[in-house]
Antibody
Framework: QITLKESGPTVMKPTQTLTLTCTFS??????????VAWIRQPPGKALEWVAL???????RYSPSLSSRLSLTKDTSKSQVVLTMTDMDPVDTATYYC????????????WGQGALVIVSS | DIVMTQSPDSLAVSLGERATINCKSS????????????LAWYQQKPGQPPKLLIS???TRESGVPDRFSGSGSGTDFTLTISSLQAEDVAVYYC????????FGQGTKVEMK
């Protein structure tokens, strides 16, 4: 059974750095073609892809956010960590991590999401 | 960037009637080398994460009722719910994975 769970702060102040952890089970991020993505959703709005890390540690970032993002993985802990600097109220959203289980495929499994509120 | 545009933004359908959602891509999602369309459909109910319904434009995921079907190729795609059930009330998103990853703006399906 595949599970993913996001963890991190719920409330932050503007300019702070967000660190979100995705802890997963049921698959390995060292398996060829596997990737884990971060996707966010502002309240009442659409989904937006943020970042993705491949099994071989290659990384992709949304062009609109790339200067603020960093991804790391710890295969032994089954974790992926997303860091986003200089948080702003417009970054208020539910942040999901999701598994891309096959080459070029869709996001097969999703975590429940972590709501992050940025407010002064 | 590939832009995904869904229509309509919302629709109200009677129980047992057909619901049709369209998704248009700003460029073709058909990869000629493998003849696959890099297009997926997701269902999101309130307070829940998205759930993958259909991949490669028309391949239904295991456990997804057969009243859900996907069609289309290239730049134009359709998700059809053949007979709307109460549990199908949700927001539906299309998503491309041809170049990077982008989602449509979502279509809200309600019961009439």
């Amino acid at each position: 059974q595949i599970t993913l769970k996001e963890s991190g702060p719920t409330v932050m102040k503007p300019t702070q750095t967000l660190t979100l952890t995705c802890t997963f089970s049921g698959f390995s991020l060292s398996t060829s073609d596997v990737a884990v993505a971060w996707i966010r959703q502002p309240p009442g709005k659409a989904l937006e892809w943020v970042a993705l890390i491949y099994w071989d540690n290659d990384k992709r970032y949304s062009p609109s956010l790339s200067s603020r993002l960093s991804l790391t993985k710890d295969t032994s802990k089954s974790q992926v960590v997303l860091t986003m600097t200089d948080m702003d109220p417009v970054d208020t959203a539910t942040y999901y991590c999701a598994l891309r289980g096959s080459e070029d495929g869709p996001f097969d499994s999703w975590g429940q999401g972590a709501l992050v509120i940025v407010s002064s | 960037d590939i832009v995904m545009t869904q229509s309509p933004d919302s629709l109200a359908v009677s129980l047992g009637e057909r619901a049709t959602i369209n998704c248009k891509s700003s460029r073709s999602l058909l990869y000629s080398a493998n003849n696959k369309n890099y297009l997926a459909w997701y269902q999101q109910k309130p307070g829940q994460p998205p759930k993958l319904l259909i991949s490669w434009a028309s391949t239904r995921e295991s456990g997804v009722p057969d009243r859900f079907s996907g069609s289309g190729s290239g730049t134009d795609f359709t998700l059809t719910i053949s007979s709307l059930q109460a549990e199908d009330v949700a927001v539906y998103y299309c998503q491309q994975s041809y170049i990077s990853w982008t989602f449509g703006q979502g279509t809200k399906v309600e019961m009439k």
